[in-house]
């Protein structure tokens, strides 16, 4: 028996427990935790979120950052987890500020693509459960970082109770992408472009980013 599973939910909703966005990825949790996963949640408006200054500090020093608040250990939690639901309601087509700024914060995680061999599932919900461009956001998130998709499910507020059982799936379906170690045709391809673009770029800054070169150098992808 290896390790067990980790799971980690970040949400994203202001409403935080009474957040129908929650209600649903909460559904997904709940089917990782009883699928034997160790799971952990954590409501992005508990945190102090700064803004990125897009200083470079995080590329020239491996997640270095003078911005000191609630960000590094999530980022820290976010490497320790084979598996995340990103849970967050559509604010007028995308994800909440509050994650959006969390993206931002991460940006070492795209360079470097530090979310490769992890695994990634979206939920969202909103007023009219037209989320595709939310749930697509999420995906791509995912595989700039070099994760896979496992799969993302919306509904509308007024479908959150019937929609627990997708929930459900979700879950269920995160946690067996992880122990099968599953790979996705397609997905592959688009990390794949983005390993190669941030090779040329690590490549060209090498003395801008010496940290990110040197976790290039290490991994072997140089
Ligand atoms: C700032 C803001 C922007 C929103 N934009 C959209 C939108 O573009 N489309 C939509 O269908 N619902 C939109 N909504 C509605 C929320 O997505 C919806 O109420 C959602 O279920 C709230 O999730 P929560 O209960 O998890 O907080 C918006 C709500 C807010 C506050």
């Known amino acids: 028996m290896g390790a067990p599973v980790k799971i980690l939910l970040i949400s994203a909703s202001p409403h935080r427990l009474k957040s129908n966005t929650f209600l649903l990825a909460e559904a997904a949790r709940q089917a990782c935790a009883a699928a034997g996963a160790e799971t952990e949640v954590v409501h992005l408006p508990d945190l102090e979120i700064k803004f990125c200054l897009h200083c470079e500090a995080c590329h020239r020093e491996i997640l270095a950052c003078p911005l000191k608040d609630g960000v590094r250990p999530l980022l820290d939690k976010m490497l320790e987890a084979d598996g995340l639901i990103l849970a967050t309601p559509n604010y007028i087509n995308q994800v909440t500020a509050s994650m959006k700024a969390l993206f931002d914060r991460s940006s070492h995680f795209i360079h470097c693509l530090r979310l490769s061999g992890k695994y990634v599932s979206g939920v969202v919900s909103s007023g009219s459960g037209r989320d595709k461009e939310v749930l697509d956001y999420l995906a791509h998130y995912a595989h700039t970082c070099g994760a896979w998709y ?73």
């Open 150 to 222: 496992s799969g993302g499910l919306s509904a509308s507020v007024a479908a959150v109770p019937e929609s627990r059982a997708r929930a459900v799936e979700i879950g269920n379906r995160l946690v067996a992408d992880i122990k099968e170690k599953r790979g996705f045709p397609g997905q592959d391809k688009i990390i794949n472009e983005h390993r190669s673009h941030f090779k040329r770029l690590i490549e060209a800054r090498k003395d801008d980013w010496p940290g990110e070169y040197r976790y290039w150098q290490e991994q072997g992808w140089l």
